[in-house]
């Protein structure tokens, strides 16, 4: 199948796969820590099978959800208990990579001990380097935490302070600032540890937002990164033949939520491009993933492919008998006429900077 995965055992063969923090929450948006294990039970059999047949692989994960509730943990704590500190963004961050990590570690290391493949999962705590002057710290668009009413948000941002918006339909979440991540610090030692054959668990929430400091320091910011920016922008720095963005859809859809609405196997770099310059793919739900697909196509060879699919759907999709496959080319000739010009270029990395739309498609947290 021309866009399944590279044959097995292919020397040196990197695969980034990139999960929806949503995802990990099969019980619903009050999902226990026990229903957060059993759905990374479910990720963690494809997962294996990557592992298992010789491919380097590198997980990533988002955090919205659980950033949210650790945030709101430590102001009911606070509130409580006036001495303990409330916890900023980038220590919420910290906090679910090593939550979440653990779940992840714990599910997949399993799997890969049944298959006698023996303890190779390593969970690397990620720190990402933004730029302070990046707009994105005066236009809050990432929404992170729990659902609420209009009122409750409203109410909730006066008294703490914060930005808040309408998530795609879905309810009232807050926002904060989403920089483009510029480097992942922990780069080299990812490398390491998958050139000894470790599946490394990183990039979690986007990694921990921090900036370079006069004296050769981080300091951390009050942020939350895309996550499948700093996907791509590790895969692409891996020299990763496989981007695996996992969503709330099977496939990517065209015209979402019309009567025209129809899904899409393949997509060139073109003809993704070309759909999201004209409002396919809105900026809150489909387009983060569809720029951090072209951005990774964009610093990577002609063999690279992205794969967009949902997490139930990703063994099938993985075989090359489903999901939404996006190659580096251009458009496919329109009938009676030249091919669709090439895209405008590509950047890694890349964020998303406008409103949160009202129509979603997939889960982009």
């Known amino acids: 199948m021309p866009d399944s995965l590279p044959p097995r055992g292919v020397p040196g063969a990197v695969t980034v796969v990139a999960i929806g923090g949503n995802a990990l929450l099969r019980g619903g948006p009050r999902a226990t820590i026990a229903e957060q294990f059993d759905a990374a039970r479910t990720l963690a059999g494809p ?9 380097r692989l590198v997980v990533t994960h988002g955090n919205g959800p659980q950033v949210g509730f650790i945030q709101r943990r430590s102001d009911l704590a606070a509130a409580l208990a006036p001495e303990l500190p409330r916890l900023d963004l980038d220590m919420c961050v910290a906090d679910s990579q090593g939550s979440l990590g653990y779940i992840l570690a714990t599910t997949l290391g399993g799997r890969l001990r049944a298959r006698g493949l023996g303890d190779r999962v390593a969970a690397l705590l990620t720190h990402t380097v933004v730029d302070p002057a990046d707009p994105a710290f005066a236009h ?60 490394v668990i990183a990039g979690g929430g986007g990694g921990i937002p921090v900036v370079e400091e006069p004296d050769g320091g981080y300091r951390g910011l009050e942020a939350v990164i895309d996550k499948d920016a700093t996907s791509a922008l590790l ?39 070309l759909h999201l310059e004209q409002g396919q793919f809105p900026p809150g739900s489909m387009g983060p993933k569809i720029e951090a697909a072209l951005g990774f196509l964009r610093a990577s060879g002609p063999a690279a492919r992205v794969l967009i699919t949902s997490p139930v759907a990703l063994p099938a999709a993985l075989a090359g008998a489903g ?9 496919a000739p329109a009938t009676g006429g030249p091919a669709a010009p090439p895209p405008s270029p590509d950047t890694v990395p890349v964020r998303v900077t406008d409103p949160v739309p009202t129509v979603a498609q997939g889960d982009p947290r």
Do not use: N, Y
């Open 47 to 55: 997962l294996a099978e990557l592992a298992a047949d010789g491919r």
């Open 140 to 199: 809050p668009t990432k929404p992170i935490g729990s659902f609420h009413t209009e009122q409750e948000a409203r109410e909730l941002a006066a008294r703490h302070g914060w930005s808040v918006a309408e998530d795609a339909g879905r309810g009232w979440r807050r926002v904060v600032p989403s920089p483009a991540p510029r480097r992942v610090v922990e780069e080299a030692a990812l490398a390491a540890l998958l050139d000894r054959d470790q599946v």
């Open 235 to 273: 895969a692409a720095r891996l020299g990763a033949e496989l981007l695996v963005i996992t969503t709330g859809v099977d496939r990517v859809a065209l015209d979402h939520g019309l009567p025209t609405e129809r899904p899409v196997d393949r997509l060139t770099t073109a003809e993704a491009r």
């Open 323 to 331: 999901g939404t496959w996006i190659r580096p080319g251009p458009a």
